[in-house]
DNA sequence: TTGTATGCGTTATCAC
DNA sequence: GTGATAACGCATACAA
């Protein structure tokens, strides 16, 4: 492996002279840094990225710290988040909790003996504050919270527009002539899951339809609580559901199908997430896309510009995005 | 921060000491490996990762090079390659080819400027052999190959029964009672697609049925070509495909729904992979399941035992699994 | 603009 | 079984 020294070696220069001239430096120049730039290229040099972070006290790697990483979701977020980060040289270090408090803070850990220089994180589910991150942070990295984010803790927060989504996906029904709207809303100990049951309201609200928590179901948001909640919102009289989550819109429409109703012509449905499969089905599901991939690429460019000295970024919104598909689209009937 | 000498100055021993004692060496007295374990703990002590990486020579870290993070398949992999790393204490560096031979290699030189002690890689589709990866990567990082893998290079390659998963999933149509069984073949430049096609081919012939080249089709597995073939297929007097492919298995049954035929009971298909979307569709899709998770695991296991001196592995066969749904299941009117 | 000197924290080699 | 010492490759404070 070539190094600086071999370098200054075969210039007859010092290595402290290369060292500058590789690392940018004005106080070097210009037909040093170029011969210097030549022979580096020419014998193949690589920086030894140990040293160099030994050196600094820091290494040019941050830490994303994710449930699972084989959730469409998260994947697509440190795929964007990597398509940013590796244009400004740094590497990406991989961690998932399993949705374990316990594991995040081993991870945390981890991320603080290699100095990482930050931590992207979507805390477990089962966190109630932030208190065991602030514990186990490596406090010279920069925090940035993604997605599932707690507000007491300090850096940028990047999170989906719940409440404007879960607005228009609503409104879009009405829109569309349907009259009685239920709402899957999810566990409400998630924040996110709060503002889309607040959004869905005041779409209601602002077009002149009343709120009935009869047909509100709080609940997990998997395929069975949907077909659950969608037999009781048949039996309450519903022409149309929005789900928080797509895979209890999934549910809602066995529940459809079992009642014999036809969709969208008699029921309407809207999802969120725009999971894969949404747009494969038979019926296809109309959903309100969040854009993990930019967020991931918004979570690294607040970690890029946390580092700059006084520089300071607080919470950062992704819009959310309706997809209209079958489920929902019978506008072109004339209905409304 | 706090240091070996930290540790050592508070138990009145040298740094020496306490650096074998933390590594497990044997030459350290028992009581005394015992205090430097307390005191590590009691300190806080976490070992810095890049002092000993350039003390080493290498860093305990493998880089994974897939061509898209994004992708279920692939992250389920590096998964299952991060639940076994990360319980023998590396980190993972995770990479995106895109598809491209150039970010590969970029991918391989920043992994060599780390220092990684492996490199987990399944390579991007224009490849056409291995040179530009032997000529970048680490001469020193164990280099192990899964799904995508050239076999001129060296080291492990993990790879899925492809042969024996299409040989069963034509089996299976076979067995159900279907009696022209076209297949969706998938471009040969791969070497998977190409033992799913014989597969396909020795399963008809070892049921006694005969291989015919008009219901072969070689194209890319996407949704519409799936389509396409299987418009041609139902024209030439198929009742059953195997697709390579779960999309284009999809196109399949778009094609078999405008031909008003009913599935299962007049055509059946089988696709591959196992993608989320056959579980939540109706009529669901069979399909032959790849295991990543597991292909992950076994592709971390395999650098690990590589990295033992003497130990040699070669390649590594992670079995396929049927999984039957509704879009094969005609044996319950027991035609056969 | 360049050179000199030093240290980051760890581990390996040698001596005792 | 333990200690002393050196070195890994780089980046910086200071001197020139």
């Given at each position: 492996?070539v190094?600086?020294?071999?370098?200054?070696?075969?210039?007859?220069?010092?290595?402290?002279?290369?060292?500058?001239?590789?690392?940018?430096?004005p106080?070097v120049?210009?037909?040093?840094r170029?011969?210097?730039?030549?022979?580096?290229?020419?014998?193949?040099?690589?920086r030894n990225e140990?040293?160099?972070?030994l050196?600094?006290?820091?290494i040019?790697a941050?830490?994303?710290?994710?449930?699972?990483?084989n959730r469409?979701?998260?994947?697509?977020?440190?795929g964007?988040?990597e398509?940013?980060?590796?244009?400004?040289?740094?590497?990406v270090?991989?961690?998932?909790s399993?949705e374990?408090?316990?594991?995040?803070?081993?991870?945390?850990k981890?991320?603080?003996?290699?100095?990482?220089?930050?931590?992207?994180?979507?805390?477990?589910?089962?966190?109630?504050n932030?208190?065991?991150?602030?514990e186990?942070?490596?406090?010279?990295?920069?925090?940035v919270?993604f997605?599932?984010?707690?507000?007491?803790?300090?850096?940028p927060?990047?999170?989906?527009e719940?409440?404007?989504?879960a607005?228009?996906?609503?409104r879009h029904?009405?829109?569309?002539?349907?009259?009685?709207?239920g709402?899957?809303?999810?566990?409400?100990?998630s924040?996110a899951?709060?503002q889309?049951?607040q959004?869905?309201?005041?779409?209601?609200l602002d077009?002149g339809?009343?709120?009935?928590?009869e047909?509100?179901f709080?609940d997990s948001?998997?395929?069975?609580?949907?077909?659950?909640?969608?037999?009781?919102?048949?039996?309450?009289?519903?022409d149309?559901?929005y789900?928080a989550?797509?895979?209890s819109?999934?549910g809602?429409?066995?529940?459809v199908?079992?009642?014999g109703?036809?969709?969208?012509?008699?029921?309407?449905i809207?999802?969120?997430?725009?999971?894969?499969f949404?747009g494969?089905?038979?019926?296809?599901?109309s959903?309100?896309?969040?854009?993990?991939?930019?967020?991931?690429?918004?979570?690294?460019?607040?970690f890029?510009?946390?580092?700059?000295?006084?520089?300071?970024?607080?919470?950062?919104?992704v819009?959310?995005?309706?997809?209209?598909?079958?489920?929902?689209?019978?506008?072109?009937?004339?209905?409304l």
């Amino acid at each position: 492996m070539v190094t600086i020294s071999d370098i200054a070696k075969k210039l007859g220069i010092t290595p402290s002279t290369v060292s500058r001239a590789l690392s940018g430096s004005p106080r070097v120049k210009n037909s040093t840094r170029e011969a210097v730039e030549r022979m580096a290229e020419q014998l193949g040099y690589e920086r030894n990225e140990a040293a160099s972070s030994l050196r600094r006290g820091k290494i040019n790697a941050v830490g994303i710290v994710v449930p699972r990483i084989n959730r469409a979701f998260f994947s697509n977020v440190i795929g964007g988040a990597e398509s940013v980060l590796d244009e400004h040289g740094y590497s990406v270090i991989i961690c998932q909790s399993h949705e374990k408090i316990e594991d995040e803070v081993k991870a945390l850990k981890m991320l603080r003996s290699n100095r990482v220089a930050g931590v992207l994180i979507s805390h477990a589910i089962p966190s109630e504050n932030g208190n065991h991150i602030l514990e186990n942070i490596d406090p010279n990295a920069v925090l940035v919270q993604f997605d599932r984010v707690f507000s007491d803790l300090p850096g940028p927060r990047i999170v989906s527009e719940n409440y404007k989504g879960a607005y228009e996906g609503t409104r879009h029904l009405i829109e569309n002539g349907y009259r009685r709207i239920g709402n899957i809303a999810g566990y409400l100990s998630s924040e996110a899951y709060v503002q889309r049951l607040q959004g869905y309201k005041q779409a209601l609200l602002d077009m002149g339809m009343e709120v009935d928590e009869e047909i509100i179901f709080y609940d997990s948001i998997v395929r069975e609580t949907g077909y659950q909640a969608g037999k009781l919102a048949i039996e309450r009289g519903c022409d149309a559901v929005y789900s928080a989550g797509d895979y209890s819109a999934l549910g809602v429409i066995d529940a459809v199908r079992e009642a014999g109703l036809r969709i969208p012509d008699e029921f309407g449905i809207v999802g969120t997430a725009n999971e894969q499969f949404t747009g494969l089905m038979t019926p296809s599901l109309s959903s309100m896309a969040q854009h993990p991939y930019e967020m991931g690429r918004r979570a690294a460019q607040a970690f890029l510009t946390s580092l700059k000295p006084g520089a300071h970024v607080g919470e950062v919104s992704v819009p959310m995005e309706l997809i209209i598909r079958e489920s929902s689209s019978r506008n072109h009937i004339g209905i409304l």
